[in-house]
T-cell receptor, first 112, second 117 residues
Framework: DAKTTQPPSMDCAEGRAANLPCNHS???????VYWYRQIHSQGPQYIIHGLKNNETNEMASLIITEDRKSSTLILPHATLRDTAVYYC?????????????FGQGTRLTINP | GAVVSQHPSWVICKSGTSVKIECRSL??????MFWYRQFPKQSLMLMATSNEGSKATYEQGVEKDKFLINHASLTLSTLTVTSAHPEDSSFYIC?????????????FGEGSRLTVL
């Protein structure tokens, strides 16, 4: 199973872009990169996912390097409500369904 | 988006009793559901994978006789913590993937907090 490495914590000023890095150097060709976040005492919330191309949605942008060994989640204009633990996950194939194995994530704190 | 509902959201029980937690997909059919547990300030730990109509597959180190999982329909999976003890106190989270959705989103419930006295 490919594993991911993230910094344990990051701070960002409100209104600025938050850039969260993730290393997944052992990712295989058919594995996707997923990002979720978890606000305290809630279930994880899906943010975005991608295979090799950069992706953007209403929440964030995902930049994946050409060799796919790392990626960056970008929250373009961080707000206080973006304070959460962010998980970068590589999706694993398992009997036709895909289980997600969570690492320790990055605790992002948005400061006023 | 799709909704996964867990019930109860929190429960307190006495040591030695059994507790059942339900996970429902409200607007889609989930052929596969996953159960996680999370201790304070820790990440989610996958416990088991539940496929509709078949036995659950447990992760290494998770006692299948302790944590009974039933996935009797395409919209409901249950986790029963049998003979609960204080060390079973945790945040239990389920997730569900819609049939045919690969590589679609995985939807998570809001979690159930279990406290065993």
């Amino acid at each position: 199973d490919a594993k991911t490495t993230q910094p344990p914590s990051m701070d960002c000023a409100e209104g600025r872009a938050a850039n969260l890095p993730c290393n997944h150097s052992t990712i295989s060709g058919n594995e996707y990169v997923y990002w979720y976040r978890q606000i305290h005492s809630q279930g994880p919330q899906y943010i975005i996912h991608g295979l090799k191309n950069n992706e953007t949605n209403e929440m964030a942008s995902l930049i994946i390097t050409e060799d796919r060994k790392s990626s960056t989640l970008i929250l373009p204009h961080a707000t206080l409500r973006d304070t959460a633990v962010y998980y970068c996950i590589v999706r694993i194939l398992f009997q036709g369904a895909q289980k997600l194995v969570f690492g320790q994530g990055t605790r992002l704190t948005i400061n006023p | 988006g799709a909704v996964v509902s867990q019930h109860p959201s929190w429960v307190i029980c006495k040591s030695g009793t059994s507790v059942k937690i339900e996970c429902r997909s409200l607007d889609f059919q989930a052929t596969t559901m996953f159960w996680y547990r999370q201790f304070p300030k820790q990440s989610l730990m996958l416990m088991a994978t539940s496929n509709e109509g078949s036995k659950a597959t447990y992760e290494q180190g998770v006692e299948k006789d302790k944590f009974l999982i039933n996935h009797a329909s395409l919209t409901l999976s249950t986790l029963t913590v049998t003979s609960a003890h204080p060390e079973d106190s945790s945040f239990y989270i389920c997730s569900a993937v819609a049939g045919g959705s690969y590589p679609g989103e995985l939807f998570f419930g809001e979690g159930s907090r279990l406290t065993v006295l």
